[in-house]
């Protein structure tokens, strides 16, 4: 373990700093993959944020985490699921909950009293992760649309009302006067800029953090958060078996679900070089820790094509946990990003101790959940090329539900035309292996042809050779051949301006 | 649709929170601050052990050898317990007792409780769970109904109702089709899991927190299990997070664990199932296999008509056979069935025991005659809806039940005319066909389908209710009844009555926890009774402590009994105005008793199981529903584009709270008949169970254009709480008219020259399939005998 400062030669003084409500809490002695939604409910007693999945797809446990936006003086606020979230990953954070919002008088939030005023609770269980999504969406977006507002709550299941009065309870919480002025004014005030409470959290958060690695022990269990890349590299090297904790969202499951113990994790959360996201003349450059909802806005500015697709990919509060690295290094064949980026020609920097090395992403795919990195070894950024002029890309996923679900199939396209025929293109698809995979077959069967219906269905059949997908309970292996070469067809009449093919979720809007 | 007298008081000014009244939700204020407390957030007792339950991980198999003793070495664990531990009777059958808390030595499915571990932590008490060493003899499983029925294999006898000459009808109709369909099961869903928690109290008792639709079986399965009797045994539930059905009979079995496990630790014990565990362990609706014959003229009329039901029932019978006979009593929906054989196997699989979910069996059987009615139209090139409107039930002919109940209060015709206007079904519908013939991988798709829904326990014995009011010396109120709050607004519709009865303010009045101790033998909150009975019941309690106060007043005041009037928190006794606490101190000075019991049985119905005939409901339900929706025929993905619903609640009672069970019941149909699909592997393992795999819908499913109304005018002919209609199961069986919907975009995709075959959930690859399936066929017309 690397010694560069007092507090890291004795775990036992390193405490979890972080704010809940407007008061300061230290935590020492905790196991590291204690959860959020564990700490509330059985350490606080405070039960209003409820258990539905302990996997973060329903919502219930919706929390808000507050930081310091880039300007150091307002707050960014991002609603995550409490029951993936690692107790010391709030570390420097505000943590914000249904209860946070109800003034000391009793007063209720605006969101709170909108979802009251529009019978928007039946049973009620689900209320308080809405109450939470929709606060996000309160302070971050002052005239939110009805797409707005589905975007918002993808992440958040309701059995009873049939979502309808909270769609009203998210279009007239804004038309609500905020509470008291004194009391809670950084949970009452929509949009606008900071308030003085705002930046009384601000400067206490600031405070809170400092520039020294975090560094737990609890019983056998490790648990280090560095600052810097340096200092990760380091201890990644030195902790050759440790997990790598980047938005939790999958290793959460491995806890609350597989009931794994974890003996030493290290966060990348905390290391400001994972979080910057660069542009030059070639490429899109994102750091390994920027998370989904941080990366995709940079993402859509160069290829607006991915739009649907990135709305498709899991729900707000998993996007703002999750990170673009830990989609990519995770290894998941059913993972939504990296079709399209393998077609895109992306490449990973990876860096091991003091040595940083490149790899195409379509090479970093070994085998079933087994990619390229050596012991040790992480990835640090993504390099995604710009645009060119005469290229088209689209990635299509398809899945039993529109929002936040996982890929049946999820396929990417990128073709580049010398008049009519094909000059270059690229295919990948996920679902349809055991990694992300590039469709070889179907690419040579396209690759100097002309780019015309014949020959499109000619390498949709070639797809049969590219891939041998299994059925389980997402899809049948015959639905998965199917529409994957479907896709294909619908990126060439898409591209060939043959047709009136659109998306039919563009369609029923 | 008669309209009546608004019954109760005459007053210009009503109380506050009356019936008719769009009141929030009782606990509204506490579900958005986080403050109404479920089961799991009751303050826990001192010592409170933490239990998990070991499983089955076969379909089929006997125990060779259960070694619990890694499990009892496990880190902080307390207790281990199996079926040998149990004192009293090994079973939480709500029917036959057929189903054991801890597997004494055969599993029959994967998920089967063997054992439960006490420990100090909920993580101890999973992690330690999973250390069993169970050996298992494997035995064939049988994972699917049809293999059920081709082996015999049945939780309960096949049952048949018959009326007219089926077989004859059938051979003399014009024209003839057959099929078979298969529609799936659905998981409730509800986002709060099963749940319980039992703290021993002297002497043995028990008291149990239990989520629970039924607290009274709660308390019989416990004192079984316990080798106690009722008397010793208290169940308690203020809310849970959602039911559906879903907490009708499964809780007992974790009620009874953590009841054994607190009885023999002497400490409070909780159960708390992890979603999986939850979605493993406990029932769902049946999926079935239906066949049919039917024999039509050429307008689409049926002659004669014949179903055959294959139902998974799972492992046990459970409420089974009231499920099944409510498919069969649903199998007619709207339509008059003059000569109708309907044959319903009710299959044991080596799967979960399938349950009671919202509808009940009900929906099965209108998605049958649906897709029957549907089926005749696309064969004859008739617009579905025509046909369906040929084979609505008569009002004053035609209008005899399969099972020989005459409908009395038939609104259908009315109802759906209205909304064929409203709904603009006509000019969509030739705006559809346009846009289809000129879109090429695009298809839209419409649909109009009605609902009537059947309304009382068909075993006539549950229809009764009881309450428990006392009237404080403040003038304040605690209410109690048999029913429980899953979030229906059953607690705040039952307030409403009392308030309006006693003419005082809903605030005044305190809804609590339902309680065994407080109302016995309550039946199950279900059938969409809820409000039925208890209103009435409460409204009974009411009235008899009003009465004694009334009688009171005239005694003290020396005016007639006639002469005393309650009114919006006042008494006016011939001249003479007091407000009414005041009332109520001068009757506590006078010795006069201010609390009552009330109890109320639904009139008129009766019902003969052996020959399935009578009056099994007391009234219908009545609504319809038109869908629009576009598919993708590329990928089978689709959005549901435009849907407008006419619902029939009688005079609603709290029009806010029946929109909102509208609203929600037809999304969760919709839900059911397209992205919620069960998937077992061929282990029998179920694995579709938790929400990444199991798809509800979500805000974004919602379609944009979603326009609800409750039909106006439209009290209940028959004596209901304030001329009100149930409303909990039947809108859910409005989203048929998504499924149709559906269908008819499909139909699209080959030009309406065949009609497709879609089975339910008609997820996107189903939706694809169908529509390969469909232009594979070409132009073929579907087997077609003339007799």
């Not at chain 2, 308690?236 to 607190?262: D, H, T, W, Y």
């Not at chain 2, 929906?333 to 069996?361: D, M, P, Q, W």
């Not at chain 2, 709904?423 to 705006?431: F, L, M, V, W």
Request: glycine fraction near 8%; include cysteine; charged fraction near 25%.
């Amino acid at each position: 373990m690397p010694v560069t400062d007092k507090r890291r030669a004795d775990p036992q003084l390193q405490a979890v700093r972080f704010l809940l409500d407007g008061e300061i809490v230290s935590l020492t002695d905790i196991d590291p993959t204690r959860t959020v939604l564990q700490y509330l409910r059985e350490d606080l007693r405070r039960t209003g944020t409820k258990e539905g999945c302990a996997e973060g797809d329903c919502g219930a446990c919706t929390v808000v985490l507050a930081e310091p936006d880039q300007s150091g003086q307002g707050l960014r606020l991002r609603a995550i699921n409490s029951c993936i979230q690692f107790l010391p990953t709030l570390h420097g954070k505000q943590l914000l909950t249904v209860e946070s919002l109800v003034a000391a008088d009793g007063t209720l939030h605006p969101v709170q009293r909108a979802l009251l005023d529009c019978h928007a609770s039946q049973c009620g269980f689900c209320t308080p992760g809405f109450v939470m999504s929709l606060f996000a969406l309160y302070k971050s977006q002052p005239d939110a649309t009805r797409r707005d507002i589905d975007v918002a709550l993808a992440g958040n299941l309701c059995r009873c009302t049939g979502y309808r009065p909270i769609v009203d309870a998210a279009n007239t919480m804004y038309s609500y006067a905020a509470a008291s002025e004194t009391d809670g004014d950084w949970t009452h005030r929509a949009g606008g800029s900071a308030g003085d409470q705002e930046r009384v959290i601000c400067r206490k958060l600031v405070e809170l953090a400092d520039d020294s690695t975090l560094s737990l022990t609890s019983g056998d269990k490790r648990y280090f958060a560095p600052r810097d890349i340096n200092t990760l590299a380091e201890l990644v090297e030195n902790h050759p078996d440790a997990c790598i904790l980047a938005g939790g969202t999958d290793v959460g499951l491995w806890v609350s679900k597989q009931l794994r113990e974890l003996p030493t994790l290290i966060y990348t959360g905390d290391v400001a070089d994972l979080q910057t996201v660069t542009t030059d003349d070639a490429c899109l450059d994102i750091g390994a820790g920027v998370t989904i909802n941080d990366a995709v806005p940079h993402l859509l500015e160069h290829y607006p094509e991915y739009e649907e697709l990135f709305l498709r990919f899991a729900s707000p509060p998993i996007r703002n946990a999750g990170t673009l690295g830990g989609n990519i290094a995770n290894g998941s064949p059913i993972g939504d990003s990296m079709p399209a980026l393998i077609t895109l020609g992306t490449r990973l920097e990876l860096r091991k101790g003091k040595t940083t090395r490149e790899l195409p992403l379509d090479e970093f795919y070994l085998a079933y959940q087994e990619t390229a990195l050596q012991p040790g070894e992480f990835v640090t950024r993504i390099k995604i090329p710009l645009p060119e002029s005469g290229r088209e890309v689209r990635s299509y996923k398809i899945s039993k539900r529109f929002d936040q679900d996982i890929s049946a199939v999820c396929g990417a396209f990128s073709v580049e035309l010398d008049g009519s025929r094909v000059r270059d293109i690229r295919i990948a698809y996920g679902g349809l292996a055991a990694t992300p995979k590039r469709a070889l077959e179907c690419e040579q069967a396209l690759l100097a042809h002309d780019w015309n219906e014949a020959s499109v269905q000619a390498a949709m059949a070639m797809l049969d050779r590219d891939y041998a997908p299994i059925g389980d309970m997402r899809a049948s292996d015959e639905y998965r051949r199917k529409v994957g070469k479907n896709l294909l067809y619908k990126f060439y009449l898409e591209t060939s301006g043959t047709s009136d093919v659109a998306s039919v979720y563009e369609y029923a809007r | 649709m008669n309209t009546r007298a608004k019954t109760g008081t005459q007053s210009s000014v009503p109380v506050q929170g009356g019936v008719g009244q769009a009141l929030a939700h009782d606990s509204g204020h506490l579900h958005v601050s986080g403050g109404a407390l479920y089961t799991d957030d009751i303050p826990e007792p001192r010592n409170l052990l933490h239990v998990a339950i070991g499983t089955s991980a076969h379909p089929h198999a006997k125990l060779k050898k259960v070694d619990l003793a890694p499990v009892l070495a496990a880190p902080g664990v307390v207790a281990v317990l199996g079926a040998e531990d149990i004192p009293g009777e090994n079973n939480f059958g709500p029917v036959l007792a057929d189903d054991p808390i801890f597997s004494p030595g055969l599993v029959q499915y994967v998920g089967q409780s063997i054992f439960a571990v006490a420990a100090h932590s909920y993580t101890e008490a999973r992690r330690a769970a999973r250390l069993a060493k169970i050996d298992y003899e494997l035995l064939e499983p049988i994972l699917d109904p049809e293999e059920a029925v081709r082996r015999q294999s049945f939780v309960l006898p096949t049952e048949t109702i018959s009326r007219g000459d089926s077989r004859k009808a059938l051979r003399k109709a014009l024209h003839h089709l057959q099929g078979k369909l298969k529609l799936g099961g659905q998981d409730q869903f509800y986002l709060e899991g099963h749940i319980a928690m039992a703290v021993p109290r002297e002497d043995g008792d028990m008291l149990v927190y239990s989520s629970t639709q039924h607290p009274g079986e709660i308390q019989h399965k416990v004192a079984h299990a316990l080798g106690k009797t009722s008397k010793d045994i208290v169940v308690e539930c203020r809310r849970m997070g959602g039911a559906f059905g879903g907490k009708e009979s499964q809780p007992a079995l974790f009620a009874c664990i953590a009841a054994l496990v607190a009885q023999q630790t002497g400490c409070a014990a909780k159960v708390r199932l992890d979603r999986d565990d939850d979605m493993i362990m406990t029932g769902k609706r049946h999926d079935f296999v239906v066949g049919y014959e039917v024999g039509f003229d050429d307008e689409g009329r049926i002659q004669g008509i014949e179903f055959e039901y294959a139902a998974r029932c799972g492992m046990s019978a459970d409420l089974s056979g009231a499920v099944n006979d409510r498919t069969m009593f649903h199998s007619d929906n709207a339509y008059f069935l003059e000569n109708v054989t309907i044959v319903s196997h009710r299959c044991k699989t080596h799967t979960v025991s399938n349950t009671a979910f919202r509808g009940f069996g009900g929906p099965q059987g209108m998605y049958a005659i649906e897709y029957v009615v549907d089926e005749i139209a696309r064969y004859l090139k008739l617009d579905p809806l025509a046909v369906r409107k040929t084979n609505f039930y008569g009002t004053d002919d035609r209008n005899v039940t399969p099972y020989e109940q005459t409908i009395e209060d038939n609104i259908l015709h009315e109802l759906v005319a209205q909304l064929e206007a409203s709904g603009d079904y006509a000019e969509r519908r030739s705006d559809i066909a346009e846009f289809n013939a000129a879109s090429r991988f695009l298809k839209r798709g419409i649909a109009l389908t009605p609902v009537k829904f059947g309304i009382s326990f068909t075993a006539t014995h549950l229809n009764q209710a009881g309450a428990l009011l006392h009237v404080y010396t403040d003038g304040t109120v605690h209410l109690n009844h048999g029913g429980t709050e899953m979030g229906q607004g059953l607690f705040t519709k039952v307030s409403q009555v009392v308030a309006e009865e006693l003419q005082i303010d809903i605030d005044r009045i305190k809804i609590t926890a339902s309680d065994t101790s407080k109302v016995p033998n309550a039946s199950a909150t279900a059938a969409s009774s809820g409000s039925d009975l208890n209103g009435k019941a409460a409204q009974l309690a009411a009235r008899t402590v009003k009465d004694r106060l009334r009688e009171f007043a005239a005694e003290h005041f020396a005016v007639s009994a006639d002469a005393v009037e309650f009114r919006n928190n006042r008494v006016q006794a011939g001249k003479q105005t007091v407000s009414f606490t005041e009332l109520v101190n001068l009757a506590f000075f006078a010795r006069v008793s201010l609390s009552s019991t009330g109890f109320y049985r639904t009139p008129k119905i009766h019902y003969d199981r052996k020959t399935f005939s009578g009056r099994p409901f007391y009234y219908y339900a009545y609504g319809a529903a038109i869908a629009e929706v576009v598919v993708d025929t590329l990928t089978g993905e689709y959005r549901v584009i435009r849907v407008d619903i006419l619902h029939d609640c009688g005079k609603s009672l709290n029009p806010a709270i029946d929109l909102g069970q509208v609203e929600g019941g037809f999304v969760q149909g919709m839900g059911w008949l397209t992205g919620e699909e069960l998937w077992w592997n061929d282990k029998g393992e179920l694995k579709t169970h938790a929400p990444s795999t199991y798809k509800i819908p979500v805000c974004s499913d919602l379609p944009v254009d979603f326009r609800v109304q409750l039909l106006e005018s439209a009290a209940n002919r028959e004596e209901t709480i304030h001329r009100s209609k149930a409303v909990g199961e039947p809108p859910l069986m409005l989203a048929l008219c998504v499924f149709h919907a559906l269908k008819d975009a499909v139909a699209a995709a080959a030009d309406y020259r065949a009609s497709p075959h879609l089975d339910a959930p008609a997820t996107p690859e189903a939706v694809l399939r169908a529509v390969d399936e469909l232009r594979a066929r070409g132009t073929a017309q579907p087997e077609r005998q003339t007799g």
